[in-house]
């Protein structure tokens, strides 16, 4: 069990150090996705804007999608519990945010559908 948490804790460091890697190559792009969510935060609000956020980075810096996915399951996966300790409103709004991840999910993984177009395999491929 031991060997499986410092599995998965040496991932995370990992991948947050190729996050930072690629913010710090690409400071142009970086300024300008973070003026477009500045944006965003002012004219939709701050949820709005984090979402905005989450959706440009993983789409621009080609980021592995299925994070964003795992935020929707996990936003879905809690829903029943917060319903079960009498939390209607967090589960309704968790709930919201489990939709709003999995759109961004399936949007992310057309973009890299387009991009990549040699990663999709076919039934007749495989025959």
């Known amino acids: 069990m031991k060997n499986r948490f410092y599995q998965f804790q040496r991932s995370l460091v990992l991948l947050g150090k190729q996050f930072l890697t690629d913010i710090v190559k690409r400071k142009l792009l970086s300024i300008v996705l973070l003026m ?4 965003v935060v002012y004219f939709a609000g701050v949820k ?8 440009l980075s993983f789409a621009l810096y080609d980021w592995d999608n299925r994070i964003i996915g ?5 936003s879905l996966i809690s829903c029943p ?4 300790l009498n939390y209607e409103v967090y589960a309704e709004n968790m709930a919201v945010n489990a939709w709003f991840f999995m759109v961004i999910f399936v949007a992310l993984q057309m973009i890299n559908f387009i991009r990549h177009p040699e990663s999709v395999e076919t039934d007749y491929e495989k025959a």
């Open 70 to 74: 795992s935020f929707g399951i996990v």
């Open 48 to 55: 709005a804007g984090i979402l905005w956020f989450l959706f």
């Open 36 to 39: 477009v969510v500045a944006g």
């Open 81 to 84: 519990f917060l319903i079960q």
